[in-house]
């Protein structure tokens, strides 16, 4: 019994370095610094919630969307997207043709369409991990999970020494570690912070001074450059606060609808 827990640990061990060197591998690729927009460095940082919290700062910044009663967001009848918006924030423009909490932009099937272009465009820069390959990680992790009971089982029968018990809960962890990481590869780790370093001096810019920097500093920095820059919109606008879970209200009157254009009108 003894060798059947050094089997199951060797097994779990291969299993996480496996899906380790599945998340580190391929080639290097140089993604130029200034080669990502703001939504996509926010989408780098913080996934879908955060691209769509930028796009909703882009279009505020542009003065297209507003903040409601009951911590909603809303378009403002009179304004377009600026001329040469992104793609995601005129998906989120669309969808604010009635009043709206934030935190339920990413679900609208607009916004989910235009953030899976701009995610599939990170995958293939290799700043993001596919979801291929995170599919074929997470098949190699399943089984290291098993890992721990099974030692235990096979190594308590047998008097098996606690080293055993270690190795297989290490790798437990390993796996979980992996199972639970961001899909930021190493490279888009790597290109995050050389823009946070890059551009840390947008956390100083001010709304009316320069709002391509407030917008570059929340896509980098999320919610304390929010809190510091935007304070007065993101606390009505609930932008980082998450959805009642009551039904929010649809009357919202005025915006536009998707059939009146796109960005630029």
């Not at 721990?148 to 979980?176: N, S």
């Not at 190493?186 to 946070?196: M, T």
Request: charged share 20%; with cysteine.
């Amino acid at each position: 019994m003894a060798s059947t827990a050094w089997a199951v640990t060797g097994a779990a061990w291969c299993l996480v370095l496996l899906a380790g060197a599945l998340r580190l591998g391929g080639g290097r690729v140089r993604v130029p610094v200034g080669a990502l927009s703001p939504v996509e460095a926010g989408l780098l940082r913080g996934g879908v919630r955060a691209a769509t919290q930028t796009a909703l700062v882009e279009l505020y910044l542009g003065g297209a969307v507003r903040a409601e009663f009951r911590r909603t967001v809303l378009s403002v009848p009179t304004r377009v997207p600026p001329k040469g918006c992104s793609g995601p924030a005129r998906a989120v423009y669309g969808a604010l043709y009635r009043r709206t909490h934030p935190g339920r932009l990413h679900d609208h099937e607009r916004v989910r369409g235009a953030l899976g272009e701009t995610t599939r465009r990170l995958e293939r820069a290799g700043l993001l991990v596919s979801a291929k390959r995170r599919w074929a990680e997470r098949a190699l992790l399943l089984p290291v999970f098993a890992a721990l009971p099974v030692t235990a089982g096979a190594g308590g029968a047998a008097g098996a020494p606690a080293a055993w018990l270690w190795l297989g809960g290490l790798a437990d962890v390993g796996a979980l570690a992996l199972w639970a990481a961001s899909r930021r590869t190493r490279r888009g780790a790597a290109l995050l912070a050389r823009l946070r370093l890059l551009h840390a001096g947008t956390r100083r810019a001010t709304e009316r001074g320069d709002p391509g920097a407030v917008l570059l500093s929340a896509a980098l920095f999320g919610g304390p450059a929010l809190r510091a820059q935007l304070p007065r919109f993101t606390e009505e606008s609930g932008l980082l606060t998450r959805p009642p879970r009551e039904p929010m209200e649809r009357s919202g009157q005025g915006g536009w609808h998707p059939s009146q254009g796109g960005c630029g009108g």
